[in-house]
């Protein structure tokens, strides 16, 4: 089975701080995802990453950067925590071969900005 | 840009019961749909993919079909049971585009 692992499944931070949030796949994925959840607003891309060092800007980048150095990990980063960061952030993995391409996702960390 | 709309947002229902999830995409060119599955405060799982040649994917009590010409797709989930309690979500991808777009989901209620 496809296992998408997040670091934390909550935490707590304080406004200014930089915050990382990594994940890591075992099962050699080339794509790699961020979202954001929020309710009312759903799902959310923030980044993409389709090969080592390769990524992509989402829908909602401003405020994150994100850092892809080998193939099973890509770590999210807030370069300067703020309250409106506050949410549930997902992580996930996808092999696309032959025209088949399902996801994978983590657990979810609980991001609080006080 | 694609957009996905599920409806009903929320669906409370009685044990027992079959029930329909409903999934819209603005564009119909959908290449891979996904329907994922939600507990509180938990990751998504995923139940069901239809890759671009399908038209349909059934797991246990769970039926998933997509219309590509009119970019809809339907959850179809038979003799509801409690622990089927959760937010269901759909996504779908376009032709040389692999990120997942999300509808906002559907949460539902299974009255034991």
């Known amino acids: 089975d496809v296992k998408v692992t997040q670091s934390s499944r909550y935490l707590v931070k304080r406004t200014g701080e930089k915050v990382f949030l990594e994940c890591v796949q075992d099962m050699d994925h080339e794509n790699m995802f961020w979202y954001r959840q929020d309710p009312g607003l759903g799902l959310r891309l923030i980044y993409f990453s389709y090969d080592v060092k390769m990524k992509e800007k989402g829908d909602i980048p401003e405020g994150y950067s994100v850092s892809r150095e080998k193939k099973e990990r890509f770590s999210l980063i807030l370069e300067s925590a703020s309250t409106n960061q506050t949410s549930m952030y997902l992580c996930?993995?996808?092999?696309?071969?032959?025209?088949?391409?399902?996801?994978?996702f983590g657990q979810g960390t609980r991001l609080t900005v006080v | 840009k694609q957009e996905v709309t599920q409806i009903p947002a929320a669906l409370s229902v009685p044990e027992g019961e079959n029930l329909v999830l409903n999934c819209s995409f603005t564009?119909?060119?959908?290449?891979?749909l996904q329907w994922f599955r939600q507990d509180p405060g938990k990751g998504l799982t995923s139940l069901l993919l239809i890759q671009s040649s399908q038209r349909e994917q059934t797991s246990g009590r769970l039926n998933a079909s997509l219309d590509k010409s009119s970019g809809r797709s339907t959850l179809y989930i038979a003799a509801s049971q409690p622990g089927d309690s959760a937010t269901y979500l759909c996504?779908?991808?376009?032709?040389?585009?692999?990120?997942?777009?999300f509808g906002t989901g559907t949460r539902l209620t299974i009255i034991p």
């Open positions: 564009d119909s060119a959908i290449y891979n």
């Open positions: 996930a993995s996808s092999l696309v071969e032959g025209g088949f391409a399902e996801a994978f």
């Open positions: 996504a779908g991808t376009n032709f040389g585009n692999e990120k997942l777009t």
